[in-house]
């Protein structure tokens, strides 16, 4: 515990198990227990504090089965890049060769290939050390969850003090090849930048509007990010890229040099054929994850921290020719209320009630293109998803933030922007937020179905207004679940009932749930 408060960890997000109880034996008065309902909610909700804090989260999880149930939130947290500290009880050392009840065999197999570091020290005497090598791993770009087997009698050992020690956890890029970008920036005609979430987990993105501004560069959305790496209202933004190699071929045809910050180039979800960019345009991609840069198709790569190389970009040539700017996106229609009311309408009525400083959280993936259209970011620290595509991670992640958020006494509100489908996955995170007292708002969006499926059947031969099976989801009651929780809230199906609800809901304090039922 001194050497986690030496860290600046003094939080811990459980749920308790009996091979973790010694861990917990005179838990420090300045230390904070962090309880989840079941063990995704609390890799989720670590998740989400640990991106709003920048640092690393501490989960503590039971053995076996526990880590078993957190699996899909790991994944999610692997894929967000999220620096997690693991740790998961064990069975006593002396019984192990027994294989006694609820012990782990072979726990650091578990969590792999999810996690950048698995360990059961040899020795307890090794656990402390252990503890601070997992600690510069998570945080090491790219930063990542790691994973502790702790036996349970460890704890009653005593051992050597480790002192904590610094350690690097950025990457400085190569001055040779970041030159060479900074130059083809100078001289290219036509340059688009895409942004990922690497770029707002660095802090970033006012790097990025400077050298967008500079040279008048279109900007677009990497597909599938989960963090805001430029504001969506800037008249330079050019909007979202498709996770389709054709249709991203297509879009930035025209560009002679394409610049990706924070994201691969590209994720795809499905599958495609012919070139990776236009005919005619040069590639360039900067990420802090060497294995991204060594799968990239084509183009050259420069595997730096963002925030650095963009340092390095900035310090570079002023473009060398005229350039236009790019042509301002065509404004978003008005959807009109209808009964029900469409998705549209009811993200337009939320956008017009969220205060400057709130938070969107979003898991809700059947309306994400809605969300793009007409629920616009405006920059850093403003929305967060996953980036795994797995779903039980928005309502948990959204407690986290919110905790961060309180404890560093920012503005805001956190909004929690759920499907209905999603928010099943880890519906006790409402318990979480009841208990925290937390500044944040629920908005379920409940059409009755798993939406994401339905409307991407088609790509996998399904006839027109057919349904694949199981993706109905009718006779859910989402007030009752949140009440059930400790949390209030109300259901809205009428129009023009919508925005003042909303109004009241991201006003009031405390927590609360507003479903929206949409058509």
């Known amino acids: 515990m001194r050497l986690l408060r030496e860290l600046g960890i003094d939080t811990v997000f459980g749920n308790p198990g009996s091979t973790e109880l010694p861990m917990f034996r005179d838990f420090p008065a300045d230390f904070r227990y962090v309880l989840g309902l079941q063990e995704s909610v609390v890799v989720g909700m670590a998740d989400g504090y640990a991106q709003a804090t920048r640092g690393a989260a501490l989960v503590n999880l039971h053995s076996a089965a526990g880590v078993g149930h957190a699996m899909g939130n ?20 002396s019984i192990l060769p027994f294989d006694p009840f609820l012990s782990a065999t072979q726990a650091t197999e578990l969590p792999r290939p999810y996690v950048k570091w698995a360990c059961e020290p040899a020795r307890a005497e090794d656990v402390p050390l252990a503890l601070l090598r997992a600690y510069h791993m998570a945080m090491q770009a790219p930063r990542g969850p790691v994973f502790l087997s702790i036996p ?49 987990r660095d802090d970033a993105v006012a790097q990025v509007v400077e050298l967008a501004q500079r040279h008048r560069a279109a900007v677009f959305v990497a597909p599938m990010s989960a963090r805001c790496g430029f504001p969506e209202r800037h008249p330079q933004f050019q909007g979202f890229l498709p996770a389709m190699r054709e249709r991203i071929v297509e879009v930035l045809d025209g560009h002679d040099l394409i610049v990706v910050l924070g994201a691969p ?37 420069v595997v730096a921290s963002v925030d650095l190389a963009l340092e390095a970009l ?3 040539p002023a473009p060398g020719v005229a350039r236009d700017l790019p042509a301002p996106r065509p404004a978003v ?33 059947g309306a994400r293109s809605e969300i793009q259209r007409h629920l616009p970011m405006d920059g850093g620290e403003t929305f967060y998803t996953m980036a795994s595509g797995g779903l039980g991670h928005g309502m948990p992640a959204a407690v986290g933030i919110a905790l961060a958020r309180a404890r560093q006494q920012r503005e805001g509100r956190v909004i929690a ?75 809205v199906q009428d129009p023009q009932a919508l925005a003042p609800a909303l109004s009241r809901a ?9 479903e929206v039922v949409v058509a």
Request: proline letters at 8%; glycine letters at 8%; charged letters at 20%.
């Open 417 to 491: 922007l759920i499907g209905d489908g999603s928010s099943l996955y880890s519906i006790q995170a409402l318990y979480s937020a009841a208990r925290l007292g937390l500044s944040m708002t629920f908005v379920v969006l409940n059409n009755r179905r798993y939406a994401a499926l339905q409307d991407f059947a088609p790509v996998f031969g399904y006839a027109p207004g057919s349904k694949p099976e199981g993706t109905d989801l009718p006779d859910l009651d989402f007030v009752a679940l949140a009440r059930g929780h400790g949390v209030p809230a109300v259901r």
């Open 74 to 93: 790991i994944f999610t947290a692997y894929r967000n890049q999220t620096p997690l500290i693991v740790t998961a009880g064990q069975q006593a050392r």
């Open 314 to 316: 900035l310090r570079g």
């Open 506 to 514: 991201l006003r009031e304090s405390g927590p609360n749930l507003v």
């Open 152 to 200: 349970a009698d460890d704890w009653d050992r005593v051992t050597d003090w480790v002192p904590t020690r610094e350690v690097s956890h950025r990457i400085a890029p190569d001055p040779e090849p970041i030159a060479a970008l900074a130059q083809a920036l100078a001289e290219c005609r036509r340059p688009a930048i895409v942004v990922g979430a690497g770029v707002d």
């Open 265 to 301: 180039a590209f994720s795809y979800h499905v599958e495609g054929q012919g070139p990776h960019i236009p005919a005619g345009a040069r590639l360039w991609q900067i990420v802090d994850d060497p294995q991204v840069a060594a799968w990239s198709p084509t183009g050259h790569s």
């Open 333 to 365: 229609e008005r959807a009109h209320s209808g009964t029900p009311m469409s998705t549209a309408f009811a993200l337009q009525a939320l956008d017009s009630a969220r205060q400057p400083h709130d938070v969107i959280v979003e898991e809700a993936p």
